[in-house]
T-cell receptor, first 114, second 112 residues
């Protein structure tokens, strides 16, 4: 099976712009979770989508949003970018049947906000 | 403070030496994961522990979950340069919803 893919891999934006990141999960997986990783805060949970519905949400401002399509692919959007949004954004997929199942991570999208 | 703590924060060992990384939770764990990350890349799943006292091994890496399910240790035997990277523990915390959290990571360097 192909692994989790994320596009783009690298992105440079300026403050105030918005950005959309994409994640394609492993075939058959219905849950997609998004994480932000920074040197200062480490790996933080953004949200999880399952069957096109947001199932869990972390403690991030409303500028961070996402959606999931019927084929389980997911997008994450960040509006009005701030310098502090510079980070590695990781998505992870899992079957979605239990909360203790293994998550498989993509390579990440590195976002730099100038 | 972090809900999941890891120690040590960083580790430098000579190739061939054994080492242990610890992950401690302030709450009961419902599933504990160990991942490895190369700098700037995605996480690679190592193993998952669910039952208190459970122990799993993969090649030269062994992980244990203590019986009170609040601490896990990752042990690497005869370390190699390929073991270098950041080791992260992750867990599902039961709150009003299932909250997925990660420890801050332990950076491992292996000197040939």
């Amino acid at each position: 099976k192909a692994g989790v893919t994320q596009t783009p891999r690298y992105l440079i934006k300026t403050r105030g712009q918005q950005v959309t990141l994409s994640c394609s999960p492993i075939s058959g997986h219905r849950s997609v979770s998004w994480y932000q990783q920074t040197p200062g805060q480490g790996l933080q949970f953004l949200f999880e989508y399952f069957s096109e519905t947001q199932r869990n949400k972390g403690n991030f401002p409303g500028r961070f949003s996402g959606r999931q399509f019927s084929n389980s692919r997911s997008e994450m959007n960040v509006s009005t970018l701030e310098l502090g949004d510079s980070a590695l954004y990781l998505c992870a997929s899992s079957p979605g049947t239990t909360s203790e199942e293994t998550q498989y991570f993509g390579p990440g999208t590195r976002l730099l906000v100038l | 403070s972090q809900e999941l703590e890891q120690s040590p924060q960083s580790l430098i060992v000579q190739e061939g030496k054994n080492l242990t990384i610890n992950c401690t939770s302030s709450k009961t764990l419902y599933g504990l994961y160990w991942y490895k990350q190369k700098y700037g890349e995605g996480l690679i799943f190592l193993m998952m522990l669910q039952k208190g006292g459970e122990e799993k091994s993969h090649e030269k890496i062994t992980a244990k979950l203590d019986e009170k399910k609040q601490q896990s240790s990752l042990h690497i035997t005869a370390s190699q340069p390929s073991h270098a990277g950041i080791y992260l523990c992750g867990a599902v915390m039961k709150t009003s919803y299932d909250k997925v959290i990660f420890g801050p990571g332990t950076s491992l360097s292996v000197i040939p």
